[in-house]
Every structure is written in structure tokens, then in C-alpha cells.
């Protein structure tokens, strides 16, 4: 379960972030996370070591986790659906202008 939930996390880092990582970090990102290859089966179809393969994974996944700890923008995504969601279920204005707030 646990590798489910980093999976999800870095698949929503990945759709923020992914325009900041390499062409290669994406393509290896994508064919791991979205098309479910295995690291053999990714070195295979770009000829290079599997290695090479894990190497760029952890490095795109520390990148992504080090762009949100930097730029928050999925934090804050979330804090602002979070509000929204308060206030159509209250109609409490606070939570509108607690969204104002964070637009500054």
C-alpha cells in the first residue's frame, strides 16, 4: 500500500513539475510510472543499463520531491480546493476570503 501512495504522490509532483525535469527524466518517468515497465524492460528498449535506468528514477524523484518542498504548488492546490470545498458546503465568506489571501 505504501508504494501505492508514493506512487500517487509522484504522479501528481510529476503533472506540475514535469516541464522542469530533462526529456530523459520524463520519458523513463513516464514509461515506469504511467506504462508499468520494468527497469529491465525501459534499459532494453533504450539500450542502456538498468542502472542507468534506477539512477535517473531516484534522481527525478528526489527533483520532483525537492521543486514542491521549494515551489508548494500542489500544497497550495490543495489548500485552495480544500477551501472551495468549505465554502460550498458552509457558504461561510471566510473561506473565500481565506482563498483571496493566498492569491497575494
Known amino acids: 500500500m505504501e ?3 508514493k506512487t ?22 513516464k514509461e515506469y510510472y504511467y506504462y508499468d ?6 534499459s532494453n528498449k ?3 543499463s538498468r542502472n542507468a535506468i534506477f539512477d535517473q528514477l531516484k534522481t527525478t524523484e528526489k ?3 525537492d521543486f514542491e518542498s ?10 485552495r480546493i480544500d477551501l472551495i ?3 460550498l458546503e ?7 476570503n481565506e482563498l483571496r489571501k493566498m492569491d497575494l
Do not use: G
Open 3 to 5: 508504494t501505492l501512495v
Open 8 to 29: 500517487e504522490k509522484l504522479n501528481q509532483l510529476f503533472s506540475y513539475y514535469q516541464n522542469l525535469l530533462t526529456d530523459k527524466q520524463q520519458t523513463y518517468f
Open 37 to 42: 515497465l520494468s527497469l529491465q524492460e525501459i
Open 46 to 48: 533504450y539500450n542502456v
Open 63 to 65: 527533483n520532483l520531491n
Open 70 to 79: 521549494k515551489l508548494k504548488l500542489v500544497s497550495l492546490s490543495k489548500k
Open 85 to 87: 470545498d468549505k465554502y
Open 90 to 96: 458552509t457558504k461561510d465568506s471566510k473561506y473565500l
